[in-house]
Each structure stands twice: as structure tokens, then as C-alpha cells.
């Protein structure tokens, strides 16, 4: 398996502009879970899906951030319109039963 | 917050040195977890420890779970330069929360 994939790697948008974050889980994996990782505020959890369905998007900062799995194989993340203080990374993890997390190599974004 | 505590913020040891992290945590969980996450990269998972173990090993590492004190541990033996990273726990609790930590920053000097 390839693991987790994230794309894009990194991402440079104006403010105001729509970003579409993208993951790709491990197969067979259950759970998955988008973080926001900032320097000031660490590891964050914006989101997680079991089977498919957000179970808690509590994280989610604002109505801006939305979340979708259409199936088992792909999730978006989406902000709309950024801001500034939107710039960090982005992980998507995957996970099997609750077990070990499986990171993605993360988005980094940028709003200018 | 319900974020994990990892204790110290940053260590600094000389290679061949063990290196001790601690974390603690607020409410009753499933499972803890060690990761490590290297400058500019995603985490990797290291260990898992349920509620109802007490130890694992996992070659140079060992990670220690005291529920009752809600805190647990991790022991790097024999450090490497290569094992320079900053590690979080992450802490599985009962009702469906999933929160890491704020990370320990090691660093081994050659």
C-alpha cells in the first residue's frame, strides 16, 4: 500500500480564494481524520469519519471549513473563501479500528 | 483544552543517552499513542498501548501507561543523532475524542 496520499503538497492561494485539500486513505482503513498543525496551537482535530459518515467536525473552525467523504477511498477538505490565518499544514490520517494513525505527508498552505 | 501534555516542551541529551518524555492526559481512554514526526514531515506511528497494558516494547523504545495517574511515558535507550524529532502522544478516549499532544522536541547531539 502506498499509504495515506495528500494533494496537493503544498498550495500558494490569495485570500479569498476557494482551496480544495484532497486524501486518499489507506484501503480497508475505517476512520479518517483531518489535523491542522500550526505552530501556535499545535495539533488540531477539524474532523473524523467512520465508515464514511463525520462523526465529529467539532474542530471545524469556522462555516468556511467543510469536509466530505463520498466514499471509502477519498476525502476533501475545503475552505471557502481563505484567510491568512488559515496558512498551515494540513494531515489527513487514516486509521483501522481504532488503532495506530497512518499520517499523510501533509498540505501546506499558504494564503497571501 | 483537552489536549495532551507532553513533559518536557524540549530535551537535549548527548547520543548514547537515554531520553524520557512524559504525557499526561485528562479523561479515561481507549488507547495512547507514540509518534514521531521529523522537521517539515508527516508523523509516523511508533506504539500503541491499550487502557489494560501497563508496558510495550518496541526495540530501543519502551512506553510505560499509569491510568491511575492518567500519564504515560516513553524511554528512548541508547539515542541516535537520527532520533532528533519532535514526539506527541495521542490519547484515544471513551465517547469518540482523539486528541495529541504538544510535543516533545528532542534533540541528540553526535
Known amino acids: 500500500d502506498a499509504g495515506v496520499i495528500q494533494s496537493p503538497r503544498h498550495e500558494v492561494t490569495e485570500m479569498g480564494q476557494e482551496v480544495t485539500l484532497r486524501c486518499k486513505p489507506i484501503?480497508?482503513?475505517?476512520?479518517l481524520f483531518w489535523y491542522r498543525q500550526t505552530m501556535m496551537r499545535g495539533l488540531e482535530l477539524l474532523i473524523y469519519f467512520n465508515n464514511n459518515v463525520p462523526i465529529d467536525d467539532s474542530g471545524m473552525p469556522e462555516d468556511r471549513f467543510s469536509a466530505k467523504m463520498p466514499n471509502a477511498s477519498f476525502s476533501t477538505l475545503k475552505i471557502q473563501p481563505s484567510e491568512p490565518r488559515d496558512s498551515a499544514v494540513y494531515f489527513c490520517?487514516?486509521?483501522?479500528?481504532?488503532?495506530?494513525?497512518?499520517f499523510g505527508s501533509g498540505t501546506r498552505l499558504t494564503v497571501v | 483544552s483537552q489536549q495532551g501534555e507532553e513533559d518536557p516542551q524540549a530535551l537535549s541529551i548527548q547520543e548514547g543517552e537515554n531520553a524520557t518524555m512524559n504525557c499526561s492526559y485528562k479523561t479515561s481512554i481507549n488507547n495512547l499513542q507514540w509518534y514521531r514526526q521529523n522537521s517539515g514531515r508527516g508523523l509516523v506511528h511508533l506504539i500503541l498501548?491499550?487502557?489494560?497494558?501497563r508496558e510495550k516494547h518496541s526495540g530501543r523504545l519502551r512506553v510505560t501507561l499509569d491510568t491511575s495517574k492518567k500519564s504515560s511515558s516513553l524511554l528512548i535507550t541508547a539515542s541516535r543523532a537520527a532520533d532528533t524529532a519532535s514526539y506527541f502522544c495521542?490519547?484515544?478516549?471513551?465517547?469518540?475524542?482523539?486528541?495529541f499532544g504538544t510535543g516533545t522536541s528532542l534533540t541528540v547531539i553526535p
Open positions: 498501548i491499550r487502557s489494560n497494558e
Open positions: 490520517a487514516s486509521s483501522l479500528i481504532r488503532g495506530g494513525y497512518t
Open positions: 495521542a490519547t484515544d478516549h471513551t465517547g469518540n475524542q482523539f486528541y
Open positions: 484501503s480497508g482503513h475505517d476512520y
